[in-house]
């Protein structure tokens, strides 16, 4: 393998771009050092370094809401007045365009009533873009800010772009809100991949967008041809609010970085018949159901585990309708982080299922699966990327599935060094 792929270059290089010894992939030099509070994001890097890339063509946008610079011009409509180029189509995945569409919620194709540029969508009947509406583009960009989960869709959305587009994919980079050098959880087996997870990365993957498609290209896992326009001044252990990018909700219940730091585990609860939070004011953060009278003794037992940097509380909600247990006030457990960077979501995830399982075995029960890309496949099973999570729930044998999962997250680590962008 190329020793690029190894350090980043000294400085950021204008209107270059350095090959990469990977299939069909390159990236845009680094700077060298790095300060808290100044990131730029990918989008003004391009802007201001390599328009060559993108100048005199037709160009199709992969975004959303979050697709923005500091200032809080929609990347939209900075490609769409910047000079010399044609913003020729747009392209929207789950939530839309424009984020305000629920979880799951199918996003129907249009025009964006600012630009009158034509928007193909990307979640609902199609997952990826068909030859038609690629029709019109020699290039498409990404740039979406993604939470640094596999259970995400917004990369897998990408994924599968850049698989069948071909086309040449520019990707503008952006921070993982959650730090880009943490790894936890295990790696999703292939036979239950789907939006939610398409391919071997880990639960918590520890990558920026850019660094997660060179892993994908560089493995082979992706036939595609991508560049990364890498941030300025970003390094792994930042945390979103270290960066100095203004924050935009990623999705609509994803509304504080407590909730994204406890997503990649929270978020188990979507394929269970207890509630995740959603039709609160704090999704991911209150997990209940209308059984869980006994929520004081259940959050005694998860304080008694002293996992990490967080505390469990107890909480009433009144549902928001249209959500699990909508228009109920039921019993809830409250999820404080004490020490974010103590936390390991994954874990307490899994901890948090068994608890509810072993007080409510009867009552609590996993979501019945339901016909979808992945086929027949139970929700939780997708979420988790194994059947493996289910059976050691039910089985008291939490203890050992984290070990595993833990070796798995060491071996991911590992894999991806060569495929780093930042220190």
């Known amino acids: ?65 979050s697709g923005r610079d500091r200032k809080g011009t929609s990347t939209i409509d ?36 600012k630009t009158g540029v034509k928007v193909h969508s990307l979640y609902g009947a199609v997952e990826s873009p068909t030859a038609d509406m690629l029709k019109d583009i020699d290039v498409l960009l990404y740039d979406i800010q993604d939470v640094g989960a596999r259970v995400y869709t917004y990369q897998w959305t990408l994924a599968l772009t850049a698989a069948s587009a071909g086309k040449p994919i520019i990707i503008l980079d952006r ?24 391919h071997a990365v880990a639960l918590r993957y520890g990558l920026t967008p850019g660094e997660l498609m060179r892993l994908l290209v560089g493995t082979k896992a992706l036939n595609a041809s991508v560049t990364v326009i890498p ?68 959050a005694a037992s998860l304080n008694a585990l002293k996992l990490p940097g967080v505390r469990f509380d107890t909480a009433t909600r009144t549902i928001e309708p249209g959500y699990k247990f909508g228009g109920k006030t039921i019993p809830m457990i ?46 939780i099973d997708r979420l988790a990327g194994t059947d493996q999570l289910t059976k050691a729930v039910e089985a008291g044998t939490v203890d050992a599935l984290i070990k595993q999962w833990d070796a798995d997250a060491v071996r991911f680590a590992a894999q991806v060094k060569p495929y780093l962008l930042y220190r």
Request: charged share 20%; glycine share 8%; net charge positive.
């Open 334 to 379: 409250k999820i404080s982080v004490t020490d974010r960077n103590a936390v390991r979501p994954v874990e307490l995830g899994i901890r948090m299922l068994r608890a509810f399982y072993a007080a409510h075995p009867k009552e609590f029960a996993w979501r019945e699966p339901t016909v979808n890309a992945a086929g027949r496949i139970k929700g």
């Open 1 to 65: 393998m190329s020793s690029i792929l190894n350090r980043p270059p000294a400085r950021l290089v204008a209107r270059s771009i350095a090959l990469l010894a990977v299939t069909a992939m390159s990236v845009t030099s680094l700077p060298a050092q790095s300060r808290a509070g100044n990131v730029i994001p990918g989008i003004e890097v391009l802007l201001t370094d390599s328009m060559h890339l993108i100048r005199g063509k037709r160009v199709g946008l992969l975004t959303n809401h």
């Open 175 to 198: 921070p993982n809100p959650i730090r880009a050098d943490r790894f936890e959880g295990n790696i999703l087996d292939l036979r239950f991949r789907s939006l939610v997870g398409q």
């Open 78 to 113: 900075l490609l769409f007045n910047a000079p010399g180029v044609k913003l020729t189509a747009l392209y929207g995945p789950e939530h839309g365009i424009r984020g305000e569409a629920k979880a799951g919620e199918k996003i129907s194709s249009g025009v964006d009533a």
């Open 231 to 298: 941030m300025k001044n970003y390094t792994r252990a930042m945390w979103f609010d270290q960066t100095g990018i203004p924050r935009v909700n990623p999705s609509p219940n994803l509304r504080t970085l407590d909730a994204e730091l406890l997503y990649p585990g929270t978020v188990f609860f979507e394929g269970t018949n207890a509630a995740e939070g959603r039709g609160t004011d704090a999704p991911f953060q209150l997990i209940g159901a209308d059984y869980l009278t006994d929520h004081v003794a259940v």
